[in-house]
């Protein structure tokens, strides 16, 4: 059996990023562990949810744990940083947000971890941050020295696939099939996600979308029933968020090759 740990920026990235890749994973009895960068504090809480004087950071906090029992991780962590908000606002330049952390001294302490997990897998996001959150983008930068400083074999790069995307919802379309009010755009914009072209990996994962969606209602202070992927019927859901994409540059020698890698990481092409 192997280990994957996912790093994360925030509470429910990794519901929605991959919590697919990690139920399948965990039920398949691999080790799966998750880390979080920061704690959230800047996400909008949905109306209603917090107590008074209930800080965000705590509920985001707890959210993870509800999270990762219905994915099925069995350990999680956090980094000391705060959230950094979205690119461009003054957060961005708070002391002590992921943004602003040195990168190396980051890696480090991410690098304990994957050090005590003896980590056959890390995830991480594309050098974008899948749609360019400065969190994210640092999640990349950090996650990749720290899997060098612990050696680890396979670092996947999760992102979202544009032209699988695109394709998805024009055949939704044609069909007949897609949720009134929707309409197909002409593209995604080029900030969001990668072209398959530079994708070099899938996960199927229709089998667990139940445990990506409990996951995702964990994260109840972001997402309310209402929320547009919650409320997705279950076919769309399972279209839409059933496989996930990697990039996985440079691909480990076949020596090197973790079995979990080999068991769920399917080529592109």
């Known amino acids: 059996m192997g280990t994957i740990v996912s790093f994360h920026a925030h509470p429910d990235d990794e519901s929605i990023a991959c919590g697919g890749t990690l139920a399948r994973a965990a039920a398949a009895g691999h080790r799966v562990v998750l880390v979080f960068a ?4 800047l996400g909008e809480p949905v109306p209603g949810v917090l ?3 209930e800080p965000l950071s705590m ?3 707890a959210e993870c744990y509800t999270s990762a029992a219905a994915l099925g991780a069995k350990r999680v962590e956090f980094l000391p940083f705060t959230d950094s908000g979205m690119m461009g606002e003054p957060s961005n330049d708070a002391p002590f947000c992921f943004w602003k952390a040195d990168v190396e001294h980051a890696a480090r302490m991410l690098a304990v971890i994957l050090d005590e997990e003896d980590t056959d897998v890390l995830t991480i996001y594309d050098d974008n941050g899948g749609y360019g959150h400065p969190d994210h983008i640092q999640v990349h930068r950090v996650g990749r ?3 060098e400083l612990s050696a680890v074999p396979v670092v996947a790069q999760s992102t979202i696939n544009r032209d699988w995307l695109t394709r ?3 055949g939704m379309a044609d069909s007949g099939t897609l949720p009134e009010g929707w309409s197909v755009p002409d593209g995604p914009p080029p900030e969001f996600g990668k072209p398959e072209s530079v994708i070099t990996h899938r996960v199927e994962a229709v ?3 139940e445990q990506k969606r409990a996951s995702m209602r964990a994260h109840a202070s972001q997402m309310g029933p ?3 992927m919650l409320a997705m019927p279950d076919p769309i859901f399972a279209m839409g968020m059933g496989t996930e994409f990697f990039i996985v540059d440079p691909l480990p ?7 979990v890698f080999e068991e769920l990481f399917t080529p592109l092409r």
């Open 51 to 53: 107590a008074d004087g």
């Open 226 to 228: 209402d929320h547009f």
């Open 145 to 147: 020295r720290a899997a």
């Open 59 to 61: 509920r985001r906090s």
């Open 207 to 209: 089998d667990f979308t």
């Open 253 to 259: 020698s076949p020596a090197a090759t973790p079995d």
């Open 168 to 170: 998805g919802m024009k």
């Open 38 to 41: 920061t704690r959230g504090e």
